[in-house]
């Protein structure tokens, strides 16, 4: 019985893929689980329609990313934050700190996308990497300013 699965399922195939099963395994395990549906055309019709629509929203996120990519690449983005009398910064400066001032500029990214190459202890200039998609990612200049200063 050929059958459409609908989540992955160990050592069978991913959600999507059309797999070739007894019909017992079908009957008592796949569909009673609802992990597949049997593979009619009208299935495959909704599977196909689904993938099409999964792969455009991957490609328009990609190319939102590409987009946020050329507007933020090597671009300065200002932090202010309480320092001692030599520059160096009561706290530290964290990848929520700088995802915030990111957010405020309108660009949303998640905070664990976001990689600080050396530690910010001091005011001054550093260089941020920063992951918009699986296939796109940037730098920025952050700008430690001492607040007061």
Known sequence: ??????????????????????????????????????LTPENLNILKNQQQAAAEKAQRLLEEA??????????HFTLTIKTGSQGRLYGSV????????????????DKRNITVKEKIE???EYKVDVKLHPEVSTGIILDIVSEGA
């Open 94 to 109: 964290t990848t929520m700190d700088i995802a915030a001032v990111l957010e405020k500029a309108g660009y949303t990214v």
């Open 122 to 124: 001091k005011a001054g």
């Open 66 to 75: 590409r987009e946020i990519k050329e507007k933020i690449t090597d671009k």
């Open 1 to 38: 019985m050929k059958v459409v699965l609908l989540k992955d399922v160990d050592k069978l195939g991913k959600a999507g893929d059309v797999a070739d099963v007894s019909r017992g395994y079908a009957n008592n395990f796949l569909l009673r689980r609802k992990l597949a549906v049997e």
